[in-house]
Each structure stands twice: as C-alpha cells, then as structure tokens.
C-alpha cells in the first residue's frame, strides 16, 4: 500500500512539445503530492506540489494534475526545454510526524533541441 | 534560510574499510533527518530517518548505520563496507508542521573497490 508507480520510465521529447508522466498511488491516507527534478550527480529539487484538495496546480511551464478518485497525479511540462532534460520523480507522503515520502521510480526525460 | 550541507562529495574506499558521511542542517530546529541512497539508474530508497535526536529507524537492513548525536547533525556509517554499498547517498531534511517538503543535500558518491 505504500507505493508510488511510476511511468514511463523514459521519455523523449521535442523541443515545445508537452512531456507527461504519470504516478499511481495505493494508500488513501496520502496526502501531499510533490514532483522532484534531478540533474545528473546532483540531489532532487523540490519542483511543485500538490494536496487532494485541489486537482491542479500550475507553475509556469510545469502543471500537476491530479484525480483523488483514480488515485492517479500527472506532471506536464508545457513547452519542454533542453534544459528540462532531467529525472523525475513522484512522490507521495502521508499523515505521520516523520513527513515520509514514497517515492516514484523516476522518469528519464530527454528533450531534443 | 535553510540550507543542508553534505560531505563528502565523492569518496572512494575499499571493501572491509569503514565509512562515515555527515550531514548538516543549518538555519532550523528540531528537523526530520534522513538518509536515501540512489543505485545508478535507479531511485531513491529509504535508508534511515531520525525525528529527534538519538531517535533513528531504520527502513532497509544492511550493513549501514545511522546516528543523530546532535540536533542538526545526521551521521551515515558503516564498520565494514561491501561492494554493494556502492551508491549516491543523499541526506534530505523536513520541517515537522505544515511544511510538508523535503530539501535534499548535494549528495555524496560511494564507490567501493
């Protein structure tokens, strides 16, 4: 009940287009959202965040979509850049004093130029 | 502002020897602390998470330990290292409360030879 399922593990995209990845969750008790972007040999930036209450939250280019009844958030990046081409991860957490996220699997995602 | 600092940012060591990789919390009091480790192409797993001082769970058994001796001060070790401890460690810290994320370290490179 604890995970996070990640898709597509790899993603290539042209430079303007929109890359999607998609998260599944098990447990209703989730109730923060967030995605992470890495760059290669450094560690996860927070990127944006989503609670339950809503069910999307954009900030600039990058848009979370999410659907409480599927139990299913989405990240789009609208107008991919080159310098988006990073790893991506889901997350979820849930009520507890340790704030433990589950994290996603990761999305290798590439943009050509 | 918060900041977490992370050492060292590469480390290589031979099998049998010992390890110890600190991390620090500045700018905060009373954080969750824990430990993730990245396998190359892989995500982040759940190694260890303190609440508190002298307070560690443990997520994975292995052949590494953690310790909290002071407030802002999250410390990784092991006695004897394996080649399968090889990895990208990462400290990250939360904000018990309302402030659900977690802010990740620089990230330390293991690798065991």
């Known amino acids: 009940q604890q995970q996070v399922k990640q898709s597509p593990q790899s993603l290539i995209v042209q430079k303007g287009g929109i890359s999607i990845i998609n998260c599944a969750y098990e447990?209703?008790?989730?109730?923060?959202f967030p995605w992470y972007q890495q760059f290669p040999g450094k560690g996860p930036a927070l990127l944006i965040a989503?609670?339950?209450?809503?069910s999307e939250k954009k900030e600039g280019r990058f848009t979370i979509s999410f659907n409480k009844s599927a139990k299913q958030f989405s990240l789009h990046i609208m107008d991919s850049q080159p310098g988006d081409s990073a790893t991506y991860f889901c997350?979820?957490?849930?009520?507890?004093?340790?704030?433990?996220?589950?994290f996603g699997s990761g999305t290798q995602l590439t943009v050509l130029p | 502002s918060q900041t977490i600092h992370q050492w060292p940012a590469t480390l290589v060591q031979p099998v049998g020897s010992p390890l110890s990789l600190e991390c620090t919390v500045e700018?905060?009091?009373?954080?969750?602390l824990y430990w993730y480790r990245q396998a190359a192409g892989r995500g982040l797993q759940l190694l260890f998470y303190?609440?508190?001082?002298?307070?560690i769970s443990s997520e994975v058994p292995q052949n590494l330990s953690a310790s909290r001796p002071q407030d802002r001060q999250f410390i990784l070790s092991s006695k004897k290292l394996l080649l399968s401890d090889s990895g990208f460690y990462l400290c990250?810290?939360?904000?018990?409360?309302?402030?659900?994320?977690?802010?990740f370290g620089s990230g330390t490179r293991l690798t065991v030879v």
């Open positions: 990250a810290w939360s904000a018990t409360g309302a402030n659900y994320g977690y802010t």
């Open positions: 447990n209703t008790a989730f109730d923060y």
């Open positions: 989503i609670r339950p209450d809503v």
């Open positions: 997350a979820a957490s849930r009520m507890g004093s340790a704030r433990q996220l589950t």
């Open positions: 700018g905060t009091s009373n954080p969750n």
């Open positions: 303190s609440v508190g001082i002298g307070q």
